[in-house]
């Protein structure tokens, strides 16, 4: 069967692989589409420590099932699903305290494991939720969980004002999130293109921080306090001082995104402010719901989140258009159904 495999940093390439083995622990599936995110590019590159080379990436999965469950009646043949696609041990300390999705041992479909652009992958009942979206909502389920869960990890509620940092598929999932809360939602980027999608997802207010003053707009926005809540979805060691320097007093900050470099704090602001600092990683089951229930009831602009669907055999060439020139795309899928 055809898979992608990244083969070393800057280099992909369509291969052919055996198919997977079915065990009784696992359901066979017939991968139908495949979103790239954020970590698939960082793979590409070679800026994922994560990652050994060669890796077949993918982890925002839409597949059909093709072996059904004899233990559970809603997974069966021709069922389509998507995935969390994250392992968890059960005896870690984040296993042990209800958080399997912080697992110390965690791996993750297309970082510490091969992924799932392949045409058949094999998967555990539970890491399965059937739900009658589409192909391509199917694949946005697992990117707004991410922001879901940070939304969640943040304590949102109506009375608070939320910035949300970054305006990509995490950040939107956030936006999404906080607005379903009733908060007043503010998302950040420095792309107008992303802030207009931000407006459409949920964001009550936009700031581009490219060509506004960030201090001055979130103060004007916040009646002078700053924001109670604010949730870095980009993985800038800028934006992870910045989320400290214009959170309220006595606020939270929630980090999503990985610095790529060491972070420098004035930590007097972390004391003086009181504030709440917060990691957020992964997803939950109730946060998967919570995101379908979303789309289900079609309160996600998905047309609009795309940039491009592309085969299977012109995925690498789309890693490398995307490593050329990140700001051109938003969303890219990879469909393996044939025409």
Known sequence: MK???IKKPGEAAVETIGEPTVTDEGLLLKVRMIGLCGSDLNSFRGMNPLVAFPRIPGHEVAATIVEGSK???ALGPGVNVTMSPYTNCGRCAACLRGRPNACEFNETLGVQRDGALTEYIVMP??????AQLTLTELCLVEPLTVGFHAAARGRVVPSDSVAVFGCGGVGLGVIAASHSYGAKTIGVDVSDEKLSLARKVGADHTVNARSQ???ETLLELTNGLGPDVVIEAVGSAQMFRTAV???AFTGRVVYIGYAKDLVTYETRLFVQKELDILGSRNALPEDFHR???MLEQHRFPVAEALSSVVSIEDAPGALKAWSDDPARFKKIMVSLDRG
Do not use: D, N, S, T
């Not at 009942?125 to 059937?130: H, M, S, V």
């Open 245 to 247: 320097e214009e959170v």
């Open 3 to 5: 898979a992608v495999v």
């Open 213 to 215: 003053p960030l201090h």
């Open 125 to 130: 009942a539970e890491k399965l939720y059937p």
């Open 291 to 293: 995101v379908i229930r």
């Open 71 to 73: 233990r559970h009646a």
